[in-house]
C-alpha cells in the first residue's frame, strides 16, 4: 500500500512570494490534515478536510495560508504572501475517518523563507 | 495550558538497554486516545503505538509498550532492547474525543540518543 505523498520535498523562496504545497493521502482514506511544524516543535494542526470539506481551520492564518482538496482525494495548501516565519516541515497526514483512527504522515515539506 | 508535556528534552540509552519516555498530558474529557510517533531525520513521522482512554491494558506493540497511568495522566513510552536505529525523534499525541472535529495535539518531544 503505498504511503502519504508530498511534493515538493525541498521548496526555498523569498519573502512575500508564493509557494504552494501538494499531497495525495492513501488512498481510501477520508480525512487529510496539514501540519506546521517549526523547528525543534511539535507538529501543529493548520486544516482537516473530512473528504472535501473543512472539518476545523481554527489555527489556519487566513489572511495568507489557503488550502482545498476539491474532489475528496489530493489536496493543496497554499502561502500568500510568504514571511520569515513561515519557515518549517510542511507534513500531511491521512486517516481512514476522523476519530481515533491513527494518522499516517507523509515525507513533509521543508519550506526555507529567505 | 500546555495538553502535552514531554518533560526531557533529550535521552541517552545503552544499546540493548530498555528507556522510557515520559509524556503527561491534560484533558477533562472522558473519552481520548493516545498516540507516539517516532521522527527520524529524515522528517517522516511514524506512528508506533495508540492508547484509548479506555482501555483497561497498556497498548504493546513489538518493542513499544505504553505505561498508561490514567489518574496520574501520564502515558509513558517504554522501548525495550534499544538500537541505534531507534535514535529520533519521539511525540506523545492526544486525540480528545472520537468524533470528527477533534484535533491532535502533540507535545514539543523528546529526542533519544542511542550509544553503541
Known amino acids: 500500500e503505498a504511503g502519504v505523498a508530498q511534493s515538493p520535498r525541498y521548496k526555498i523562496i523569498e519573502k512575500r512570494q508564493s509557494v504552494a504545497f501538494w499531497c495525495n493521502p492513501i488512498?481510501?482514506?477520508?480525512?487529510l490534515y496539514w501540519y506546521q511544524q517549526i523547528l525543534g516543535q511539535g507538529p501543529k494542526l493548520l486544516i482537516q478536510?473530512?473528504?472535501?470539506?473543512?472539518?476545523?481551520d481554527s489555527q489556519l492564518p487566513k489572511d495568507r495560508f489557503s488550502a482545498e482538496r476539491l474532489k475528496g482525494v489530493d489536496s493543496t495548501l497554499k502561502i500568500q504572501p510568504a514571511k520569515l516565519e513561515d519557515s518549517a516541515v510542511y507534513l500531511c497526514?491521512?486517516?481512514?475517518?476522523?476519530?481515533?483512527?491513527?494518522?499516517?504522515f507523509g515525507p513533509g515539506t521543508r519550506l526555507l523563507v529567505l | 495550558a500546555q495538553k502535552i508535556t514531554q518533560t526531557q528534552p533529550g535521552m541517552f540509552v545503552q544499546e540493548k538497554e530498555a528507556v522510557t519516555l515520559d509524556c503527561t498530558y491534560d484533558?477533562?474529557?472522558?473519552?481520548?486516545?493516545l498516540f507516539w510517533y517516532k521522527q527520524p531525520s529524515s522528517g517522516e513521522m511514524i506512528f508506533l503505538i495508540y492508547?484509548?482512554?479506555?482501555?483497561?491494558q497498556n497498548a504493546t506493540e513489538g518493542r513499544y509498550s505504553l505505561n498508561f497511568q490514567k489518574a496520574r495522566k501520564s502515558a509513558n513510552l517504554v522501548i525495550s532492547a534499544s538500537q541505534l536505529g531507534d535514535s529520533a525523534m519521539y511525540f506523545c499525541?492526544?486525540?480528545?474525543?472520537?468524533?470528527?472535529?477533534?484535533?491532535?495535539?502533540f507535545g514539543a518531544g523528546t529526542r533519544l540518543f542511542v550509544k553503541a
Open positions: 478536510f473530512q473528504n472535501n470539506g473543512v472539518v476545523d
Open positions: 499525541a492526544m486525540r480528545e474525543g472520537f468524533t470528527v472535529g477533534f484535533k491532535t495535539i
Open positions: 488512498s481510501g482514506h477520508a480525512t
Open positions: 492508547q484509548g482512554s479506555y482501555d483497561e
Open positions: 497526514a491521512s486517516s481512514l475517518s476522523g476519530d481515533q483512527e491513527t494518522q499516517y
Open positions: 484533558t477533562s474529557d472522558q473519552s481520548y486516545g
